[in-house]
């Protein structure tokens, strides 16, 4: 089993940063990759970024390229989503996700964390 618990969100105005923190807790040897997903009011969940927690590979939504920046520091099993150029479509609930394969799919992360909500400003 796998714990996480996201931290970071809030209210930020448009143009504007903000960095999102995911510790992980227990089982984490069995993580292979973990990740970033969103949902909008109205909207289903939708992937935003993931990283292999053994290496150095990533893989990013078109909607958020050249704007976030997923990270990871093993040591202290915590995962990172640096969010600059915020826009107020961005505004979603963020849920921290690990999972055992590869893969931008919400139905490969097996443990998902209690979410925390970024709130962008026009």
């Known amino acids: 089993q796998v714990h996480l618990v996201e931290s970071g969100g809030g209210l930020v105005q448009a143009g504007g940063s903000l960095r999102l923190s995911c510790a992980a807790s227990g089982r984490t040897s069995s993580m292979y990759a973990m990740g970033w997903f969103r949902q909008a009011p109205g909207k289903e969940r939708e992937f935003v970024a993931a990283i292999r927690w053994g290496g150095a590979s990533t893989l990013y939504a078109d909607s958020v390229k050249g704007r976030f920046t997923i990270s990871r520091e093993n040591a202290k099993n915590t995962l990172y989503l640096q969010m600059n150029s915020l826009k107020p479509e961005d505004t979603a609930v963020y849920y921290c996700?690990?999972?055992?394969?590869?893969?931008?799919?919400?139905?490969?992360?097996?443990?998902w964390g209690q979410g925390t909500q970024v709130t962008v400003s026009s």
């Open positions: 996700a690990a999972g055992s394969r590869w893969s931008v799919r919400e139905s490969d992360f097996g443990f």
